[in-house]
């Protein structure tokens, strides 16, 4: 076997997704991974994989959710690229400026859809306006997790049996978010939980372009340092976590991934996932034991949403360290 392949393959996590529907009448969330992101390219040469993990709940209807899966790690890749090595990267400065890139091209693919009338979404007036998405995104590195993320979406880490959550819920009812909404002008109103303007029940976003500047893309960026008793990270829509504590959820991946069995590569079906690079050698029964089941019991505890999870084995990464 080709020696770089079998170094790139220990490097290159393990992972597992799920996702399912619900009561819900459309999927509306999006998956995102790419293995080895900018390891390698004709502009710059990164001396270690980078990998990216994202999950977009959509909102309104699918399109901003699909447009991150499409064009998120590209935009990431091209910031990385932008600073030249590896430890150059400023990774809080990055993020912010990727989700405002991201968030610039959806308001543009709005104002082009307006005026093209391509846009078939069922939604409230003005129609393109009112489409968003939550994201939050990890990237893995040799060294670091960095979390970022925009909107009710979650990202967990499991380390030495704990659940250490690295992102926290844009809520309208958190009281800086609601501080920060009324200043801008907003407001806050309890339809069937806490709104903006009684409409958004999270306070920042993608896209959205009818309730700026009270919903915001700006994410919180959070860089956590591994260490060798980190077992795993979780990333999930709100689907999951409305029903389940983050405790629960890494309790039910550490059974899954202690279950030794043979990896496998299962097949893709669908568009609300995105999976490159390299990543059927990636897939890992275990990890997609455990996505599997998450998303199995969000829905049998009556998760009124889409439920979206990816599952990344942080341990067998460790030897790459």
């Not at 819900?24 to 390891?39: T, W």
């Not at 990267?89 to 912010?96: A, F, Y």
């Amino acid at each position: 076997m080709n020696k770089k392949f079998v170094e790139d393959e220990k490097e290159r996590p393990k992972f597992g997704m799920a996702s399912g529907c619900g009561s819900r009448r459309d999927m509306e969330d999006a998956v995102s991974i790419h293995p080895s992101l900018c390891k390698q390219s004709s502009q710059v040469q990164i001396s270690s994989d980078i990998h990216f993990f994202g999950v977009f709940d959509g909102h309104g209807c699918t399109h901003v959710a699909m447009k991150c899966r499409d064009r998120f790690h590209e935009i990431v890749k091209k910031e990385v690229e932008a600073c030249g090595s590896l430890k150059a990267v400023e990774w809080k400065n990055t993020m912010e400026r990727s989700f405002e890139r991201m968030d610039e091209e959806v308001r543009e693919w709005t104002v082009n859809a307006k005026e093209s009338s391509t846009c078939r979404c069922e939604l409230r007036t003005p129609q393109c306006d009112a489409v968003g998405s939550t994201a939050v995104v990890a990237i893995i590195t040799p060294d670091k997790i960095i979390v970022a993320n925009c909107g009710d979406s979650r990202a967990v880490l499991c380390r030495n049996g704990a659940a250490f959550p690295l992102s926290d819920d844009h809520k309208p009812d958190r009281p800086d978010e609601l501080l920060r909404i009324e200043e801008a002008g907003g407001k806050v109103i309890y339809w069937d939980g806490p709104r903006v303007l009684g409409v958004l029940a999270m306070s920042r976003a993608i896209g959205d372009n009818y309730l700026k500047p009270f919903i915001i893309p700006k994410p919180e960026v959070r860089i956590t340092e591994r260490k060798t008793e980190d077992e795993c990270l979780i990333l999930g829509s709100d689907g999951l976590w409305d029903v389940m504590t983050n405790d629960m959820a890494c309790k039910v991946v550490h059974i899954c991934l202690c279950a030794r069995k043979p990896s496998f590569a299962p097949g893709l079906s669908g568009n609300d996932m995105a999976v490159k690079n390299g990543a059927f050698e990636s897939f890992d029964k275990q990890c997609c034991d455990a996505s599997v089941l998450l998303t199995k019991l969000a829905l049998v505890r009556h998760s009124a949403d889409n439920v979206s999870v990816v599952v990344v084995d942080l341990k067998k990464n460790q030897q790459a360290n």
